[in-house]
């Protein structure tokens, strides 16, 4: 393993792992249509383990394997893996879910990770360009922003392939396709739950953590969760980023509670930010999911305990385990064929029992 680092003006790409996979062909050939194709060789992980079946009869709580199908053998090629950075225990398992799922594929990974800025994940890009990687893929820090790089990777004739994040563009074809969530549905979910849970309350006073400033999950969750609690009872009395890290979601709880002596219901945007409030709330002298009431996205490890333990209310899940199926697209991008234009992740919703009997097999 050895390490990179590329450098944007003052800004430094801080931690930039080279996985040699497959040894050490750095000068691989930008021109994919040379290589050989990618041929399904290896039966890695067949199962993204914590995707749950959503489909029509599917009981929420319970998760389902999701086939992957095989990986593909990729050692002929090499993947530039923009990621966002390490700000959430969701991060930390999607990357670990890439990383696994690259070496499964045999696949030479060049894995920066951007620090949450985006001028570092740019930076990124240009450095796969420049090294001529055969595939690009990233998780894009915010959704605006990229046509100039994206436009670069596309007159390289370099594929790229867009996970967990969308981009906000009109350019056309500047990525193949994008693999991640639903993010509106993700908080039309989390709007769901507190329509059933406060039926019968005549006024609600709704705090909001939000994710990082201008990101697709951000403002798709806010957006979904609007779509639903629509009842003049239901006031979202603030709204603020934690900027998906947990520290953010306690600083925040801790001026939302400063600020207003009456709290109801806390949505936070994802679990790390959910367990800061947690924090916040336990030091002004209340409880968590009793006094105050807790909905959340993700369902990584430390948020599922937090919701069997009865501090969480709900939680809505969001699969960190994109790296199986990033593979398979990667292998049928590189061979040539046409690919959908978006993959949507299957995922299912917590309550506090199903959380308890979920926990002991979650992966992460
Ligand atoms: O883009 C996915 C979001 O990013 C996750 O919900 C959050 O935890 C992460 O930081």
């Given amino acids: 393993m050895s390490i990179k680092t590329s450098t944007a003006g003052a800004i430094t790409v801080a931690l930039a792992l080279i996985l040699t996979a497959c040894g050490s062909d750095a000068d691989k050939a930008a021109d994919t249509t040379a290589k050989p194709a990618a041929t399904t060789v290896a039966a890695a992980p067949t199962t ?77 890009i240009r450095g796969f360009i420049e090294q001529k990687v055969d595939l690009i893929a990233f998780s894009p820090v915010v959704e605006t922003g990229w046509d100039a790089v994206l436009g670069e990777a596309k007159a390289a004739g370099i594929p790229v392939i867009l996970t967990d994040r969308a ?59 609007r779509n639903k609690v629509t009842d003049p009872k239901f006031d979202i009395i603030a709204s603020q980023t934690g900027d998906f890290t947990r520290e953010g979601g306690k600083k925040v709880m801790e001026a939302f509670l400063q600020a207003n002596p009456e709290i109801d219901l806390v949505y936070a945007h994802n679990d790390d ?16 999911g009793k006094d105050i009431k807790i909905v959340t996205v993700d369902a990584v490890h430390d948020g599922m305990q937090a919701l069997a333990d009865g501090k969480i209310n709900f939680i809505v899940e969001c699969s960190p385990l ?9 292998g049928d991008v590189l061979s040539g064929k046409t690919v959908p234009t978006r993959v949507v992740t299957e995922e299912t919703t917590f309550d506090q029992e199903q959380a308890k009997a979920a926990l002991p097999d979650r992966q992460y």
């Fill in 48 to 124: 993204v383990a914590g995707a749950a079946d959503t489909t029509p009869g599917s009981t929420p709580g319970s998760t389902a394997a999701t086939p992957a199908g095989d990986i593909p053998d990729l050692s002929a090629y090499t993947i530039g893996f923009a990621q966002v950075g390490a700000e959430s225990g969701w991060r930390t398992a999607n990357t670990k879910s890439i990383q696994s799922s690259a070496d499964a594929a045999g696949v030479k990974l060049v894995f920066t990770d951007a620090q949450g800025k985006q001028e570092a994940q740019v930076e990124s």
């Fill in 167 to 225: 981009i906000d563009s009109q350019e056309p074809d500047l990525y193949k396709t994008f693999l991640g969530s639903d993010f509106v549905l993700e908080g039309e979910k989390a709007g769901d739950w507190v329509n059933t849970e406060f039926a019968d309350a005549d006024s609600v006073k709704i705090v909001e953590i939000q994710g990082t400033t201008g990101s697709a999950p951000a403002l798709d969750r806010a957006e979904g969760f």
């Fill in 273 to 288: 930010m959910g367990l800061g409030a947690i924090e916040a709330i336990e030091a002004a002298g209340l409880v968590p």
């Fill in 322 to 330: 994109l790296g199986p199926q990033l593979m398979q697209l990667a």
